[in-house]
């Protein structure tokens, strides 16, 4: 349970969300608007689909207590950094870092962290691009800096990520090695598979150019 105790405590609880749907539709908004130019400059768009969430508290909760701390809002605001997530997920591999560089230039957003598990993988196989950034959320007398946690990803990676958080959580983490050790190997497979069409939209592309 989030320690909500007075009612300034749920008045915090109610502003914080406030400011992370902010954030969220503004990242959205950006992500929109690049994809379109993108689309109108280039004829083709570097986004497939874009989903968006608010962490539940039962899950900010887990996460405090998991990392040792106390669940309190400021403790929310200051140690989880997924609270506002972002997904953004595209056809190709080269796709992921085209969209990341459009993020990083974008004036407003301050970029905090990178963790590319797509160069360097989770043991579980895991593969993403992920950006902690931060956006300006204007408000009537303020204005306030939230965080945002970006997940890039190949509609194949997000199938592989999609199958293994299910099984993560039905197993509570523990699933029995060879259904570790197939995920693995699927993995290997979506590695594969997103390689494969990466160079067969790269070969085709250039036939294109060649008839223009
Ligand atoms: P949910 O339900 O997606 O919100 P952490 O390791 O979580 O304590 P941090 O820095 O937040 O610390 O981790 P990270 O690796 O930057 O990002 C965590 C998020 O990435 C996860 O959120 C998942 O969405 C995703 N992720 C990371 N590793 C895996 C993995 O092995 N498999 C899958 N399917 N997803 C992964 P949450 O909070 O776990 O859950």
Redesign the pocket.
Same mark, same amino acid.
């Given at each position: 349970e989030l320690k909500i105790e007075r009612d300034s405590d749920i008045e915090s609880w109610m502003e914080v969300t406030l400011v992370y749907n902010s954030a969220l539709k503004q990242i959205s908004t950006k992500l929109e608007i690049l994809n379109d130019e993108f689309q109108h400059v280039h004829r083709y768009n570097p986004i497939e689909h874009i989903k968006s969430r608010i962490?539940t508290s039962e899950?900010i909760v887990k996460?405090l207590r998991? /990392?040792g701390y106390e669940s309190t809002i400021q403790n929310m605001v200051q140690y989880v950094?997924?609270i506002a997530?972002i997904r953004v997920i595209c056809s190709f591999t080269s796709d992921i870092y085209r969209i990341a560089d459009m993020i990083r230039n974008q004036s407003d957003i301050r970029v905090i962290s990178i963790?590319d598990y797509i160069v360097n993988p989770?043991p579980?196989g895991?593969k993403?691009y992920?950006m902690l950034v931060t956006v300006p959320v204007y408000l009537s007398d303020r204005i306030i800096d939230a965080k945002v946690?970006i997940?890039i990803r190949t509609v194949a990676m997000d199938f592989w990520?999609s199958l293994? /958080?299910k099984i993560?959580y039905k197993f509570e983490g523990n699933a029995p090695a060879h259904i570790k050790n197939e995920l693995i190997d699927c993995a290997r497979m979506v590695a594969e598979l997103d390689a494969k069409m990466l160079s067969l939209n790269e070969e085709v592309r250039n036939i294109d150019q060649r008839k223009d």
């Open positions: 962490k899950s996460k998991r /990392h950094n997924d997530g963790k989770k579980s895991y993403s992920h946690e997940q990520a293994e /958080h993560h």
